[in-house]
């Protein structure tokens, strides 16, 4: 026994954590299926994952494009956090930023964390990787400032947001890809959208960028040329990849895209979008994320009871005629179709389910 917690004690937390995880598989042998669940009410969005798979614009004929990033005169990036600009489409914005393009960013969270290995001054250290990766970028930075803990966005922020967009006048809104997973990334879909219902906003593309998953691709940049600095680029979030080494991934996931097209001798670096139309990006949140939206954010309560209050009033602006601008027949009718804000259920699960 004693020679047991001897052994326990030279564990570091990584190999504790590896060793919980063999625990598990052999668990799993015993069982139908090797993998164990961590936390079920994230796996709640399969059926939003299916409908957006079968929406017209991603039909797997698509062939993707090279995407004019530098033919452009103005983007905007909505980066929910203090690094996803750059993991997501910073190879982008940098041969758009040497061609001359403006660029401009916008974090939408304060970046507050909870993660006990990070310093007390999160946001603030956060906050200063930002400018310098800005600064690399030749971007502006922007803040909304909304809590990323407790995120209760108002209205005011969301025309804050409408404002940036009328005053940056982006050819090209960068948001993250809609089935990006983390429930914050997908707030921003969904603020866009309240934005453009409440103020009209919408004269854009919108492309959604990588950073959590892969998006329906039907466009791309060829980022080879500027590899290495996208690599500089990710290395100003020290206290990012102190816990999980997204320079690293970042990298890994534009070499990986390199598999869509032709290959060559050379490695080759991609950053992939889902580029739509703003109106089409429009009609495709109304119609994907509000049927249920526990589901959209896998039962995230923070952030769904931290938006009902903005959205009930852009809805009740909207039913009153109230909207500064006149949307869509077809949008409004969606929208009102499918809108319903249910309560997200707890998902239970019987255990014994899962035979082992
Ligand atoms: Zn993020």
């Known amino acids: 026994m004693r020679s047991m917690f001897n052994w326990l004690k030279k564990l570091n937390p990584y190999r504790h954590r590896a060793f919980v995880r063999e625990l598990l598989a052999l668990r799993a042998q015993r069982g139908p299926y090797r993998f164990a669940v961590r936390e079920w009410r994230g796996i709640s969005d399969m059926e939003l994952a299916r409908r957006v798979l079968e929406v017209e614009s991603f039909r797997s004929e698509v062939q993707p494009l090279p995407l004019p990033v530098e033919k452009l005169k103005s983007i905007l990036v909505l980066a929910p956090h203090q690094d996803d600009e750059s993991i997501g489409p910073g190879g982008s914005l940098l041969l758009a930023s040497k061609a001359g393009v403006k660029i401009h960013v916008l974090y939408i969270t304060d970046g507050a964390q909870t993660k006990t290995d990070q310093p007390a001054n999160v946001r603030f250290v956060r906050a200063q990787e930002a400018e310098r990766a800005c600064a690399q970028l030749g971007a502006q930075v922007h803040n909304l400032g909304i809590s990323n803990l407790a995120p209760k966005p108002s209205l005011?922020?969301?025309?804050?947001?409408?404002?940036?967009?009328?005053?940056?006048?982006?050819?090209?809104?960068?948001?993250?890809?809609?089935?990006?997973?983390?429930?914050?990334?997908?707030?921003?879909?969904?603020?866009?959208?309240?934005?453009?219902?409440?103020?009209?906003?919408?004269?854009?593309?919108?492309?959604?960028?990588?950073?959590?998953?892969t998006p329906f691709v039907n466009g791309y940049v060829d980022i080879t040329t500027v590899a290495e600095e996208k690599r500089r680029l990710l290395e100003c979030y020290q206290s990012q990849n102190r816990f999980c080494r997204y320079d690293h991934i970042a990298m890994g996931l534009a070499a990986w895209n390199a598999h869509l097209f032709e290959s060559t001798p050379d490695p080759r670096y991609f950053e992939v979008f889902c580029a739509l139309p703003g109106a089409e990006f429009f009609q495709l949140v109304a119609d994907c994320y509000f049927d249920d939206l526990s589901k959209t954010y896998r039962g995230d309560l923070s952030v769904i009871g931290g938006l009902e209050a903005a959205h009930q009033a852009v809805m009740r602006e909207s039913s009153r005629g109230k909207n500064r601008h006149k949307v869509r027949q077809s949008e409004e009718h969606s929208t009102v179709r499918h809108y319903l804000w249910r309560r997200p259920e707890r998902i239970t699960y019987d255990p014994s389910d899962i035979k082992g």
Request: proline share 5%; hydrophobic share 45%.
């Open 156 to 213: 005011d922020d969301v025309d804050r947001l409408s404002n940036i967009i009328l005053e940056t006048k982006p050819d090209i809104v960068m948001a993250p890809w809609l089935l990006d997973w983390p429930s914050k990334h997908r707030l921003v879909n969904h603020l866009l959208w309240l934005a453009h219902k409440r103020s009209g906003i919408g004269d854009f593309e919108v492309w959604g960028y990588q950073v959590h998953n």
